[in-house]
């Protein structure tokens, strides 16, 4: 009969081997399900990479033809250009700005010596007329004083 126990329990110690490597099969399917489906998703994600890899390569070629260097040197001598005419606008216009100055001043002189000028050709035709009338005044007296003469020598005479 020892040789009946020891036979059950070497079929007990044979069973619980047995789970035990039922388990580690049960296990290793499911390790093996999952790695088909890491398998299967890192394809996808390999295969999306190269789409991103060549959008990537395509945006830098896109990006490299821009030539940015250059660009940036003709926005700079744009900006110099338009920096200097507007230096020379400035200049013509303080230019500009001085001859009305001098002419505005030139004017003013000029019509300030106008007007007394004729200020002054005023005072001596005032004079000139003052003394006129004087004159007229004297001669219209004496005129009148001619005609009461030439009046009265009718009746002078006889």
């Not at 490597?21 to 394809?43: D, F, G, H, M, P």
């Not at 106008?114 to 005032?126: A, C, F, G, P, V």
Request: charged share 30%; proline share 1%.
């Amino acid at each position: 009969m020892a040789e009946t126990s020891e036979i059950n329990r070497s079929l007990g110690e044979l069973e619980d081997e047995l789970k035990k490597i039922k388990s580690a099969a049960e296990l290793i399917t499911e390790a093996r399900v999952v790695a088909e489906k890491t398998i299967e998703e890192t394809k996808q994600l390999s295969t999306i990479s190269e789409k991103l890899v060549k959008g990537v390569n395509t945006l830098v070629s896109k990006i490299d033809k821009i030539d940015f260097p250059s660009r940036l040197d003709k926005v700079d001598a744009t900006v110099s250009g338009i920096n200097s005419g507007m230096q020379n606008i400035l200049s013509r216009l303080e230019t500009v700005e001085r001859h009305f100055d001098d002419s505005y001043r030139k004017m003013k002189e000029d019509s300030e010596n106008q007007y007394k000028n004729i200020r002054s050709h005023l005072d001596e035709l005032s004079t000139s007329f003052r003394s006129s009338q004087k004159s007229n005044k004297i001669l219209l007296i004496i005129i009148m004083i001619l005609m009461i003469i030439s009046l009265s020598t009718p009746f002078i005479t006889r």
